[in-house]
C-alpha cells in the first residue's frame, strides 16, 4: 500500500504558476505510476497528467499540455505537478493517484490510491 498527501495548492491570479507536490509513503514508491486529476464543483473528475514507473514516460490531457509538466523524483518518493500560465478554467482540487504497475494511464479507473487532495483557484 502507499499513501498520498498533495500539497502546494493555494490562489493565484490568471497567467501565473502553482507547483504541486504529492508525498508518498513507503519504500517502494518507484514501482508505482503516478497521475494528477482534478474536479471542479459540478464537474466530473478528470485526468490531467501522468508519469511511469521510471519517470520516461508522460501523458498531458489536451487542455493543459504545453502549460503543466509532471516529475517525480525518486530521491523523495514524490511526484509534482508544474502548473504555468494558469487560467480561471484550471481552479480546482488537484488529487494526486497511485497504480503499482508501470503505466502512465489517463483513466482513474487504472489507479487504487488516491490522496485527499489540494485545492487550487486561479482568479482573473
Same mark, same amino acid.
Request: charged share 15%; proline share 4%; hydrophobic share 30%.
Given at each position: 500500500?502507499?499513501?498520498?498527501?498533495?500539497?502546494?495548492?493555494?490562489?493565484?491570479?490568471?497567467?501565473?504558476?502553482?507547483?504541486?507536490?504529492?508525498?508518498?509513503?513507503?519504500?517502494?514508491?518507484?514501482?508505482?505510476?503516478?497521475?494528477?486529476?482534478?474536479?471542479?464543483?459540478?464537474?466530473?473528475?478528470?485526468?490531467?497528467?501522468? +508519469?511511469?514507473?521510471?519517470?520516461?514516460?508522460?501523458?498531458?490531457?489536451?487542455?493543459?499540455?504545453?502549460?503543466?509538466?509532471?516529475?517525480?523524483? +525518486?530521491?523523495?518518493?514524490?511526484?509534482?505537478?508544474?502548473?504555468?500560465?494558469?487560467?480561471?478554467?484550471?481552479?480546482?482540487?488537484?488529487?494526486?493517484?497511485?497504480?503499482?504497475?508501470?503505466?502512465?494511464?489517463?483513466?482513474?479507473?487504472?489507479?487504487?490510491?488516491?490522496?485527499?487532495?489540494?485545492?487550487?483557484?486561479?482568479?482573473?
Amino acid at each position: 500500500q502507499v499513501q498520498l498527501v498533495e500539497s502546494g495548492g493555494g490562489l493565484v491570479q490568471a497567467g501565473g504558476s502553482l507547483r504541486l507536490s504529492c508525498a508518498a509513503s513507503g519504500r517502494t514508491f518507484n514501482l508505482y505510476a503516478m497521475g494528477w486529476f482534478r474536479q471542479s464543483p459540478g464537474k466530473e473528475r478528470e485526468f490531467v497528467a501522468a +508519469i511511469s514507473q521510471s519517470g520516461g514516460s508522460t501523458l498531458y490531457a489536451d487542455s493543459v499540455k504545453g502549460r503543466f509538466t509532471v516529475s517525480r523524483s +525518486i530521491a523523495k518518493n514524490s511526484v509534482y505537478l508544474q502548473m504555468n500560465s494558469l487560467k480561471p478554467e484550471d481552479t480546482a482540487v488537484y488529487y494526486c493517484a497511485a497504480d503499482q504497475s508501470p503505466g502512465p494511464y489517463s483513466r482513474d479507473s487504472d489507479y487504487d490510491y488516491w490522496g485527499q487532495g489540494t485545492p487550487v483557484t486561479v482568479s482573473s
